[in-house]
């Protein structure tokens, strides 16, 4: 039986997350079910090309994923042998898969009747309808572990995908399993009275204007509330309290999980790490909404960091 997933509304929701996806774990383990499913007509899948997916736009303010039926491929059961896919669930009950062609020089060969082209996503991610993004995040989040985790960690022999491709089992010790790896990244927005800590990190370049959260890796051996805390000390010197859990965002780039928060700063001066750090400033409300006035952009409407700016302007969804 199908169950409902829990898709989080779009006014409590991040981008990338709210899939309409049912990911169908209790079936993963079934192997002629699987199989069949991967040759049945109707069965969808998300193409996957060197970091680029089957996108079809409509204009300049509009795209949608493509996802081509099984009837509508010209794939092979031999080259379904070969080829890294992953059983990612149930899309309006029907099966969908992601399906790794990054060997392929001409991936469009396999799709003789598709309208879309092979595109980043990053670039055109705020055109797709947001459950649409969200089917992404987890279909490029799978093909990159996929295609990072050939080899066993702990005595390098090729791994065998199982369960439906959401574990690998070492060829040469079977003991040895693997599963789909997230890593852990805070972001926080740091209050000092009635403004806030916007920054620019190196890594953008000088050319980018882009003055956003803070954020940083979870270390091991701490919880997201002590990254949060020594990120921002390490970064620009403040000294953090306060530290309230905003919300989260699966971010595929290539797979991440953002955990967002707010803090309130000890005091509003300011120590740059400059070679993290760029430039920092805190801005107050009229300062942020007058942001092209003053010389730099916002973060993108996708994320999480966008989201926690428009809430304390009072211009998100609360």
């Not at 994923?65 to 009950?93: H, K, S």
């Not at 987890?138 to 572990?145: S, T, V």
């Not at 491709?165 to 926080?188: E, N, Q, S, W």
């Not at 993290?276 to 805190?282: P, T």
Request: hydrophobic share 40%.
């Amino acid at each position: 039986m199908m169950m409902t997933p829990y898709r989080p509304g779009r006014k409590g929701g991040n981008f990338y997350s709210g899939s309409p996806v049912d990911r169908g774990a209790q079936d993963r383990g079934d192997a002629a079910r699987i199989a069949f499913y991967l040759m049945g007509g109707e069965t969808l899948f998300v193409p996957y090309w060197r970091g680029r997916h089957l996108i079809i736009q409509d204009g300049a303010e509009s795209a949608r994923i493509e996802l081509p039926t099984r009837r509508a491929t010209m794939m092979t059961p031999e080259f379904l042998e070969q080829a890294n896919w992953v059983f990612l669930g149930y899309l309006d009950e029907r099966p969908l898969f992601m399906l790794d062609l990054s060997l392929l020089d001409h991936p469009e060969l396999m799709f003789p009747r598709a309208r879309g082209t092979f595109r980043e996503l990053r670039p055109i991610a705020g055109l797709l309808p947001a459950d649409e993004a969200a089917i992404l995040a987890q279909a490029r989040g799978m093909a990159h572990w996929r295609a990072h985790s050939q080899f066993c960690g702990n005595c390098g022999a090729p791994n065998q995908a199982d369960q439906a491709g959401h574990r690998l089992v070492c060829t040469a010790d079977p003991t040895h399993l693997h599963f789909p790896r997230t890593d852990p990244v805070v972001i926080m927005l740091v209050h000092w009275q009635d403004r806030v800590l916007l920054a620019r990190g190196t890594r953008f370049g000088p050319e980018s204007r882009t003055l956003s959260a803070l954020a940083g890796f979870v270390e091991p051996g701490e919880t997201p509330e002590e990254a949060v805390a020594r990120e921002v000390l390490e970064e620009t010197g403040v000294l953090v309290g306060s530290i309230r859990y905003h919300s989260a965002q699966p971010w595929p780039y290539p797979g991440a999980l953002m955990l967002a928060f707010t803090a309130i700063a000890q005091g509003d001066a300011l120590r740059l790490d400059r070679e993290e750090i760029a430039e920092a400033r805190w801005l107050g409300r009229d300062e942020v909404r007058n942001h092209a006035a003053l010389g730099f952009t916002l973060p993108s409407p996708t994320t999480i960091a966008r989201r926690m700016i428009d809430d304390w302007l009072g211009d998100g969804p609360g």
